[in-house]
């Protein structure tokens, strides 16, 4: 484990030494005043068929149709007005019917704001986020984790998969999870949530003889037991400490500095670092573990970057937000 460490602060020493190169070669992403600046270079002049132009620049830049609308929509919003009425005396002069006119004309348009606006919701919610001043060396090593996954662990869980049945491999995630427990245990102790503690002991207890030491979640199947999930982060988060900054760690991925203290105190809890294993043992267990459970969720990664403007953003927010309301729970 020492070896590890070690590892770890010579590479961050190398990120930091070289931090020049880092920055050059993963630069912020474009913002979305960018965007928008792009969009306008194209429709414009063409403003009166503003949705669909937004789907062909959209298409033309590799970005979803619908985020480049909604971005309109914010940046723009007299333009998709105008918009709106120009395809409203289109469609009523291809149709006759007559288009509206003067206050009935507003009334449909605020209408059509309220459609708009509602996804939205709460502005200033939408626009929360954690800070995120590493940015560049985040994305280096966001960038490491993408191609660790698609080279390597990707191929690695759908050549597992395709041997060992699903049923199996749920077996083990189920052990995994079981073994787990003290540190789920504790934490609720330490949030003061002592029925989820008792669940969790429960569960413990239930899934250790009658489910043949974790292989099969019995407690849930049959009693209905939920898994308790609560983890050292969450409890510094249950007593005030924010989030920090964010911290996208090289394998092991998003996290924060609130989080990344969250993992040390998990790691005492662990019962695996309680036992007497070597290294090598101990990033093989870990190393299975992420196999297993990786080949249970394959195409969600995936589907995820398809979806995203910017894929390092989008789990950066997600992960924010996650644990946020982890917290509240």
């Known amino acids: 484990m020492k070896r590890i460490v070690l590892f770890f602060i010579f590479f961050i020493l190398f990120i930091i030494q070289y931090s020049d190169f880092v920055f050059a070669a993963y630069p912020p992403a ?42 309109w929509g914010h940046q723009h919003t007299q333009d998709c007005d105008d918009a709106a009425t120009g395809i409203r005396l289109a469609d009523a002069s291809e149709t006759g019917v007559q288009a509206p006119e003067g206050d009935d004309l507003e009334d449909d348009l605020d209408d059509e704001e309220d459609i708009i606006d509602d996804p939205f919701g709460d502005d200033e919610e939408v626009l929360e986020t954690i800070a995120d001043p590493l940015e560049p060396i985040n994305r280096f090593f966001f960038h490491f984790n993408d191609k660790l996954y698609s080279w390597v662990l990707r191929p690695v869980a759908k050549g597992y998969s395709a041997v060992v049945p699903k049923s199996a491999r749920i077996c083990v995630r189920n052990f995994f999870h079981n073994i787990a427990f003290p540190i789920r245990f504790v934490n609720c102790l330490l949030q ?16 250790s003889i009658v489910g043949l030491a974790g292989f099969f979640d019995v407690a849930t199947t049959k009693f209905e037991l939920n898994e308790q999930e609560e983890d050292f982060g969450q409890t510094l988060g249950k007593y005030g400490f924010g989030p ?84 509240k729970e």
């Not at 969009?39 to 063409?46: F, G, M, N, T, V």
């Not at 003061?192 to 899934?207: D, P």
């Open 244 to 327: 920090g900054f964010y911290i996208n760690w090289p394998i092991f991925g998003p996290s924060s500095l609130r989080d990344t203290f969250g993992m040390a105190g998990d790691f005492f809890l662990d019962p695996w670092n309680q036992v007497d294993l070597t290294t090598e043992e101990n990033i093989g267990i870990y190393t299975y573990d992420k196999v297993n459970s990786t080949s249970l969720s394959l195409g969600e990664y995936e589907d995820m970057k398809k979806a995203a403007l910017d894929p390092y953003v989008a789990i950066r927010d997600a992960y924010f937000h996650y644990r946020k309301n982890k917290i």
């Open 30 to 71: 474009t913002s979305f005043r960018s965007l928008v600046v792009k969009l306008d270079q194209k429709i414009e002049a063409r403003v009166q068929v503003a949705f669909s132009d937004i789907d062909d620049v959209a298409r033309d830049y590799g970005y979803q149709p619908h985020l480049c609308r909604e971005i």
């Open 192 to 207: 003061a949530k002592f029925n989820s503690a008792m669940v969790e002991l429960s569960r413990f207890i239930t899934n």
